[in-house]
């Protein structure tokens, strides 16, 4: 069977799911789910994508994430990885923990992001036993379901450090008492009467959206990730920035040779600033950016991740790094 096209670009917003294999579950214990969320945690702070809301069941997951930099493929396949890493080591098994390739579809935020959001959330009492009980039982279990982003959309107390919640709630007043209200109405709204799943109108296509946003995204990506047959084809649809120029800045910038930069074993403050600015507007992967600069792609995790925290702390580099951004996008 032909794998499906992944359509990717700037500020995507999707719904992501993973089964686990043949149905088993893939959590066993509270545990797992901890550990689960501070992987996700980890791998949103690596990617920089933004978490909106998230369901664990217990032999799948549900996710709507937005990816600033369009990368869900790199987001999700780290991610994936690093749970059935930790699930098999603890367990102590091996193989595959999910069912074939993570499940996406791409959903116009415009007039479907809250409807995909209440889905998510609606999960828990949507299948199963569950399905069976009262209004007002599943209205309970909702709000007590520890697994789930609800809490975090209905009150403010103990929410998940990780969580954008600010998109969905500024679609209803904002991260207010009111705009809280308004969500948690707007929600149970679904336990009330039947309510049609948004993700059926991206069958076949994998996009969520009326027909205009379906026409647009096909149009504008849909020929080029097939003429091309690469999943994404980033680099032609956003004209990032040559990747050498990245390079020929930063090195005038801080004073420093090519052959230097790229030398395997430095590993100081310039090159974490040159990996991630390769990574932000040179089109490349953490693979090809470990390629080029002679070290495991893994490794430039790492040092973006340093990068991002020392950024925080110096705003002489943060100065640094703006003013290459602004010659950079002067061409």
């Not at 359509?7 to 993973?18: D, L, P």
């Not at 193989?95 to 479907?112: E, M």
């Not at 040159?274 to 089109?283: D, S, V």
């Amino acid at each position: 069977m032909a794998r499906s096209l992944r359509i990717q670009f700037e500020n995507a917003y999707y719904h992501v799911t993973c089964r686990g294999n043949a149905r088993q579950e893939i959590f066993s214990t509270d545990t797992d789910r901890q550990a689960f969320l501070t992987l996700l945690k980890r791998s949103r702070e690596i990617y920089q994508t933004d978490v909106l809301v998230y369901v664990l069941m217990d032999n799948h997951f549900h996710l709507l994430v937005k990816t600033p930099l369009a990368n869900l493929q790199e987001f999700m396949r780290h991610f994936n990885i690093s749970y059935t890493s930790y699930y098999n080591r603890v367990h102590d098994r091996s193989g595959h923990l999910y069912q074939g390739r993570y499940k996406s579809f791409l959903v116009d935020a415009d007039h479907y992001l809250q409807e995909v959001s209440r889905y998510i959330h609606l999960n828990p009492v949507r299948v199963g036993r569950r399905s069976n009980l009262s209004r007002e039982r599943k209205r309970r279990f909702l709000k007590q379901y520890e697994w789930s982003s609800y809490g975090s959309y209905i009150s403010s107390r103990g929410r998940a450090s990780f969580l954008s919640v600010n998109e969905i709630l500024g679609q209803l007043g904002g991260d207010t008492s009111e705009g809280r209200r308004r969500y948690e109405r707007f929600v149970e709204e679904g336990l009330s009467k039947e309510m049609e799943n948004p993700l059926e109108r991206g069958r076949g296509h994998g996009i969520v959206g009326p027909r205009e946003f379906v026409e647009t995204v096909k149009g504008r990506f849909l020929s080029t990730l097939i003429q091309s047959r690469e999943l994404p084809a980033v680099k032609k649809i956003l004209g990032q920035i040559e990747p050498e120029k990245i390079i020929k800045e930063i090195c005038t910038e801080v004073g420093v040779e090519r052959e230097e930069l790229l030398k395997r074993g430095n590993r100081g403050v310039v090159r974490g600033f040159l990996m991630e600015m390769l990574y932000r507007y040179g089109g490349m992967n953490q693979r090809e950016i470990g390629g080029l600069m002679g070290i495991d792609y893994s490794a430039v995790s790492v040092g973006r991740k340093r990068f991002h925290a020392l950024q925080e702390k110096d705003r002489s580099l943060l100065k640094q790094v703006e003013k290459i951004k602004t010659r950079l996008s002067q061409g």
